[in-house]
Structure formats: C-alpha cells, structure tokens
C-alpha cells in the first residue's frame, strides 16, 4: 500500500498533528537556509578556528588524521562559501549583501559587523580556493603536526573576517589575527635563517599595525561623544582636509608594509626565502592582497580628497616598484627570494591602478589582485616541491633537471609564462585593464601617462628576463643535476592535482576576464561617483 496513501487516510488527529508539526519544521529549516537571514558570512569566519581547536584533541601520532581533518574543514568551507554566495548574494547589486550586525561590546560600541559587495566577493573565495590548496600542499609536514594545521584554520578566519569586515575595529582584530599565526609558521617551520626572519616580519607588521588602530581609533572617535566604527558611517563622514591627510597617510603606512610597497617591503624576500612553501602560498596568495584591498576599502572610498592629494605619487611609488623589483630579482641566487620579488613588481601594477582614479584601473588592480593571487602560490608551491626533491635552493647550484623531471619543469615553465603576462593568460589581461585605465585617466596629463606607461612597459621587458632566466637556470644550466630514479623524483599526483586546480583559473581569467570584472564593476562605479561628486 501506498505509505501517502495511508497517512491522508488516517482518521488518529494525534497523527495528523505530528506530520503538520514535522512538515513545519522542515518549511522553518528551508526557509532559514534559503533566506538572507540565516547567519552565513559568521559561520564562514567562525568555522575555520573554532573547528581547528579541535585538533588539539586528537592523538599525538595522528598526522594523516589530522591532514584529512583540515582538508576536510577547508573544502566545507569552500564549498559553503560557493554556495552562499552563487544563491544569496545578487551580483548586479553594488550595496552590501548578507549583512549580520550584532552589538558585542556595549562599552565601545563594538559591533559584529560582516558584509559582503562586489569588492570583497573575489577575494574571500580566493582565501577559500589557496588555503584549501595550501593545506594540501602542506603534506610533507610532520613535525606538530596539530599546532600547524591549527595556525592555518586560524589565518583562514582572520583572512576572511578581515575582507568580510563592515566595523573598523573588528577590521582592526581580523587583521591582527593574521599575525600571531604566520609568525609562528615561520619560526617554527621555517629555513635555517627562520628566527631572524619571523622577527623581522614581526617588527614590520606589528609596527604598521600601530599606525592602523590609531587611525581606526582616530575615524571613530572623530565628530561624536561616543565611538563609531560602523564603515557606512566612516563613509559618510566629512573630516578636515588635514586631518583627512593624516589618518590616510597612517593606513598609507599600514598598507605598504602589508602590501609591500616599497620601502617597506624588505621583510618579504627574507620571509619567502625562509618560509615553508605552504605558508609561502598562504603569503603571496592572500596575505599581501589584504593591504591592496585596505588601499580600496578604507583609504579610497572613506578618504577620497586625501586619496586625491595621494594618487600622483602612488604612481609614482608602483612605477618605480616595478622597475626596482624587476631589476633586482636576477640578481637573488635563492629562488623563492626571486619569486618575491617579482611578486613586490607585479603589486606595482595594483597600485598604479588605485592611483589611476578610474573605473578601468581599479578594476584592473582588483583584477591583478585575483590574477597574482593564485600565479604567486603556483609559483611559491612549484619551487618547494622541487626543493623537496633535489634539496637545493639556490639557483647557481641547479640545472638540468628538465629531463628528470618533466611534469615539473611543465607546470613551472607555464606559471612562468603567466607571471610574465602572456597573452591568453589572467597577467596578460589585467596589467592590460591597468594600461587602459592610466591612458583614460582624467586626472593626468598626456605627457606623465606617456611616461609612465613607457617606464611600465620597461618593467614588462625585464620581467621575461629574470623569469626566464630563473627556468633556465633550473631546469637547464650547466651543471648536470644527477637522476637515477626519475619517476621518484618527477611531480606526483598530489603536485598535479594542485598545479592544475591553480592553472586552470589562470588560463580561465585570461580567456573569459568579464566574469571577474563584472563581480567588481558596479560597485567600483559607485566608490567614484562617491569619490567625484561627494
């Protein structure tokens, strides 16, 4: 008999009653998951740490359990992410999306405040897409084993929560959060220099985090009895123009040891060079995004006649940048310190982009963003599943190791050739977006957009010289790197499976960059019409 059947037949009201009940609280969990309401952005920040703590209770000797846990962690994470946003986030809507606001400390006004605009939507799945490949990357790790995948979920809360943030002293906290974490990634996982390393980045991010609570302090406090750190009413408020110049130049500070922008990026070759290259994916993947983004989220769209006064000498700063860092990377023997550098040329174009004050350069500069995000962590994991192989990692001690190892020497030739734009590929079509947006700027005369795209486009011509070089040193050369077991020595499907995943967004960007572009567009074009007619 049909089991339907049966219970439209049923005459017991008991029954009844109990199927109506069951079936409304199904409706209320539809109806909760399929609402704006339900609380998706503070579970996406929440979940990674509070799930990590965990690790802490399983057995000492548990390393795979403890990989596939996080891993685990990570891929929920993505996927739920994936899921809130293609369903509950409108993508032609420039206003904040899947907003929660909670008072937290009443004292100081403190709100759990989260949202998310067509800014923000491409870096927090970036953060998902790297970390999750990062802790897969992370395998070889042995040694605490529990305390290292716990500092990785932690960094990915404080990642997220720092692009998801809508109150500047929560901003203020994510940002923090980061810190502790890559610290101790790097002083404990880290090379031989790893001490003197993990102290530097301390003294340099620490030192710039001062500069970012006491503007954070200053934009609250400003104009009112009690604090107010809500970003629509930071975005709102009108400051002296001195006073504006202030708190920009003191995020300014903030932002370029993050960034890095030169002078302050000296900690970053050194921390590249040292640290273990899950972590170094984790870096040149997010971490350096998240001074780029505070440039546009705070600095542009709170401070726009700072901003104003700032921009010329931003483009200045990214033009030197990128002939600076392309001229000094041939001339680094360690290979990831190498790769950092061309990593502190190719933000040049970010910030050239910012300082273009155009809907086409900020739009490619988000774009660098993306695009760099996942070229720097293919670059950064390919140099250490090679170090792991041959144990060498300074480049005049390489060479010929294309023939041992050819899915390697493939997979690095192809970030290669992405890092140093080919067409077809995400470097190709954002620093293109960038060139236009200096052309079309408004701001500048011809002769200064002449000479600026003239000097950019020498940076473009150094940079196939050291990243060609940097492969042929490797994989070619003249010393003879000796293989007898090639097949021990070449890519395994781990390696595969994480250069591919990281290759195909790259070629993917690079052939069809409208889906990129048209997350950050609308709400781009409001941050102007804000910035031109406020």
Not at 158 to 165: A, K
Not at 483 to 496: I, Q, T, V, Y
């Amino acid at each position: 008999m049909n089991p339907f059947f049966f219970i439209l037949t049923d005459k017991n009201p008991y029954s009844i009653k109990k199927i109506i009940s069951s079936t409304g609280f199904l409706v209320k969990v539809y109806l909760v998951f399929t609402t704006n309401s339900f609380p998706w952005l503070t579970i996406i920040v929440i979940l990674p740490i509070s799930a990590g703590s965990s690790i802490f209770f399983f057995p000492h000797r548990g390393n795979k359990m403890i990989r596939w846990y996080t891993l685990s962690i990570c891929t929920i994470e993505l996927l739920l992410t994936t899921y809130a946003f293609c369903y509950h986030f409108q993508f032609d809507d420039p206003l904040i999306q899947l907003e929660q606001d909670s008072r937290w400390i009443h004292f100081l006004d403190f709100h759990w405040r989260l949202g998310i605009d067509g800014i923000s939507i491409g870096p927090v799945l970036l953060t998902g897409f790297i970390t999750t490949l990062a802790t897969l990357a992370a395998r070889p790790v042995t040694r605490d084993s529990r305390l290292f995948h716990f500092l990785m979920l932690a960094m990915y809360s404080g990642q997220i929560g720092s692009f998801s943030s809508r109150d500047l002293l929560l901003f203020f906290i994510m940002w923090e959060l980061e810190l502790i974490p890559v610290y101790l990634l790097l002083s404990m996982w880290g090379g031989k220099k790893r001490l003197y390393s993990a102290t530097k980045f301390l003294l340099y991010t620490a030192g710039g985090s001062v500069f970012l609570l006491m503007g954070v302090l200053g934009m609250g406090l400003y104009g009112s009895n009690e604090p107010t750190f809500n970003f629509e009413t930071s975005a709102n408020q009108s400051y002296p123009v001195a006073l504006e110049i202030i708190f920009y130049f003191g995020f300014l500070i903030t932002y370029a040891v993050k960034s890095p922008i030169i002078p302050l990026h000296t900690w970053l070759p050194d921390t590249h060079g040292e640290a273990h290259y899950s972590t170094c994916m984790l870096l040149a993947g997010i971490l350096l995004k998240i001074g780029a983004y505070g440039l546009v989220r705070i600095n542009m769209e709170f401070l726009p006649h700072a901003h104003s006064i700032f921009s010329p000498w931003l483009m200045i700063i990214g033009t030197v940048q990128i002939i600076y860092a392309a001229s000094t990377s041939p001339g680094q023997r360690n290979l990831k310190k190498r790769i950092a550098y061309s990593s502190v040329s190719h933000m040049g174009f970010t910030i050239i982009g910012i300082g273009s004050i155009t809907d086409t350069g900020l739009n490619g500069a988000i774009l660098q963003i993306i695009s760099h995000g996942f070229i720097g962590a293919a670059l950064f994991f390919l140099a250490g599943t090679s170090y792991d192989r041959i144990r060498l990692v300074y480049l005049d001690e390489m060479g010929g190791i294309a023939i041992p190892m050819p899915k390697i020497f493939t997979m690095f030739s192809s970030f290669s050739m992405a890092s140093l734009a080919l067409p077809g590929m995400s470097g190709f079509v954002a620093e293109l977006v960038v060139f236009f947006g200096i052309i079309t700027s408004p701001k500048y005369l011809l002769m200064p957009k002449i000479l600026i795209t003239f000097v950019m486009a020498i940076g473009m011509i150094l940079t196939p010289i050291y990243s060609l070089s940097m492969s042929r040193q490797m994989f070619y050369g003249y010393k003879q790197f000796p293989a007898p077991n090639s097949s021990f020595l070449d890519s395994g499907p781990r390696e595969l499976f994480v250069s591919i995943c990281l290759f195909l967004p790259v070629i993917g960007i690079g052939i069809y960059p409208d889906f990129l572009l048209s997350l950050s567009v609308d709400k781009v074009e409001a941050i102007l019409s804000n910035y031109f007619y406020r």
